[in-house]
């Protein structure tokens, strides 16, 4: 069974403090590694895909890595206006259409 | 309409009521989902139909039903809920390519259901 650990489960930074969030994973054949933000009272919002490990991708003041294992979500000198929700997903290869998602890491950035 | 959209936002019901909620999606994907979504809980997948042929129904109680009339348009009809059925209700978009999917959901802003 594919199974998704998130962690921290809340984490709280002052304004320009970078941290990382941390999505590990278990999967029969990894299809491909997902994050999303969520901002209260809304549905999910798409970051990025990771296929592979070694893979990064970067949006902003983000960037997603991936190994074998786990995957991390960088955040470097954050604003209070990433504060949201972070949920991390993987798909099977031999589940086409079936994301499992982890708990989410809720950040919060003080100014 | 951009994205996917659902209506209601919000909704209180009964236990006896019976009610809907609906989705539509602007984006030419051709597979819809809905997800539910419970306090200190992951998200759970309900149901998934591809190009209108529903895929996955992931032990649901028949107390909910789900609709896909084409595949811009997606149902849930809920009836005899209980009190544990109150949660966010999201519905979501992606491009199916075969026996693959490109992963990517998109979605809507969700229906909050409370059942009294």
């Known amino acids: 069974e594919d199974q998704v650990t998130q962690s921290p489960e809340a984490l709280r930074l002052q304004e320009g403090e970078s941290s990382s969030l941390n999505c590990s994973y278990t999967?029969?054949?990894?299809?491909?590694l997902f994050w999303y933000r969520q901002d209260p009272g809304k549905g999910p919002e798409f970051l990025f895909t990771?296929?592979?490990a070694g893979e990064e991708k970067e949006k902003e003041r983000l960037k997603a890595t991936l190994t074998k294992k786990e995957s991390f979500l960088h955040i470097t000198a954050p604003k209070p206006e990433d504060s949201a929700t972070y949920l991390c997903a993987v798909q099977a290869a031999t589940n086409a259409g079936k994301s499992t998602f982890g708990d989410g890491t809720t950040l919060t950035v003080k100014p | 309409e951009t994205g996917v959209t659902q209506t209601p936002r919000h909704l209180v019901m009964g236990m006896t009521n019976k009610k809907s909620l609906k989705c539509e999606q602007h984006l030419g994907h051709n597979a819809m989902y809905w997800y539910k979504q419970s306090a200190k809980k992951p998200l759970e997948l309900m149901f998934v139909y591809s190009l209108e042929e529903r895929v996955e129904n992931n032990s649901v109680p028949s107390r909910f039903s789900p609709e896909c009339p084409n595949s811009s348009h997606l149902f849930l009809h809920l009836h005899t809920l209980q009190p544990e059925d109150s949660a966010l209700y999201l519905c979501?978009?992606?491009?199916?390519?075969?026996?693959?999917?490109?992963?990517?959901?998109?979605f809507g802003e969700g229906s909050r259901l409370t059942v009294l």
């Open positions: 979501a978009s992606s491009q199916f390519q075969g026996l693959l999917n490109t992963g990517e959901l998109f």
């Open positions: 999967v029969s054949g990894l299809r491909g």
């Open positions: 990771l296929y592979s």
